[in-house]
Nanobody
Framework: VQLQAFGGGLVQAGDSLRLSCVAS????????LGWFRQAPGKAREFAGG????????YYPDSLEDRFTISRDVAKNTMYLQMASLKPEDTAVYYC?????????????????WGQGTLVTVSS
């Protein structure tokens, strides 16, 4: 499966932004999808994910109150809606996929990665 993430940009603190991740290839709906982010000088971290088939959604505790994941199965697209953005949300955001049912929380759980989209939040 191939992934393309887009929708990043420069926003101000407190703004909202929606990222999209389009999956293509063979049977993309059978892949669990995840969002990760990597801030400058930091490790890539799990930002949320959605299960294959069932659409169950998982968040890290730290982002659950501001980030919302959804998907459009017909468009093979996963979304990450981010609200009340903070400067510390500045990062490159990646989507990832793996042929499993439940999305993992580690980068090593994923075998397919998109190219990333940069989100910059100014104070």
């Amino acid at each position: 499966v191939q992934l393309q993430a887009f929708g990043g940009g420069l926003v101000q603190a407190g703004d909202s932004l929606r990222l999209s991740c389009v999956a293509s290839g063979r049977d993309p709906s059978t892949y669990a999808l995840g969002w990760f982010r990597q801030a400058p000088g930091k490790a890539r971290e799990f930002a949320g994910g959605i299960s294959a088939i069932t659409g169950g959604i998982y968040y890290p505790d730290s982002l659950e109150d501001r980030f919302t994941i959804s998907r459009d199965v017909a468009k093979n697209t996963m979304y990450l809606q981010m609200a009340s953005l903070k400067p510390e949300d500045t990062a490159v955001y990646y989507c990832a996929a793996d042929r499993r049912m439940v999305p993992g929380r580690r980068t090593s759980d994923y075998s397919n990665w998109g190219q990333g989209t940069l989100v910059t939040v100014s104070s």
